[in-house]
């Protein structure tokens, strides 16, 4: 089961960030009974979540909080962040929102980036999902 919350202030097709994140714990082999919760919040909360739980006193993009049991977990993800990246990186929006998304999720099921060959395996593993789900969503 996999649930959303937009506390944004802005309109997303959080129809489409749910079939992603179905598609993403299914290529990732996860059991369908594990639940998974996508909150998209703005700037100010992300702020304190990242002050409070990383001790960074900063907004960010994307956060993902682990569970015990059968919940994977939480990604929390801010799409004006997002927004900001996508023009840094010479990006769509929604692009950096899927990656974004994709990111949170592979945190919950055990990838992280703080060495840089495990980085390296996120990144890719991050691309392929970027790649394939492109593909299954424009048929």
Known sequence: MILIDNRSDEELPEEEYLALAAFVVDN????????LSIS?????EIHTLNREYRGIDAPTDVLAFENDGELLGDVVVCPTVAREHAGEFDSSFESEMYLMLIHGILHLLG???IVDRDAELMEARENELLELWKEVSTR
């Open 111 to 113: 990838y992280d980036h």
């Open 40 to 44: 998209l919040v703005n700037q100010d």
């Open 28 to 35: 990732e082999s996860q059991s369908e009974d594990s639940e």
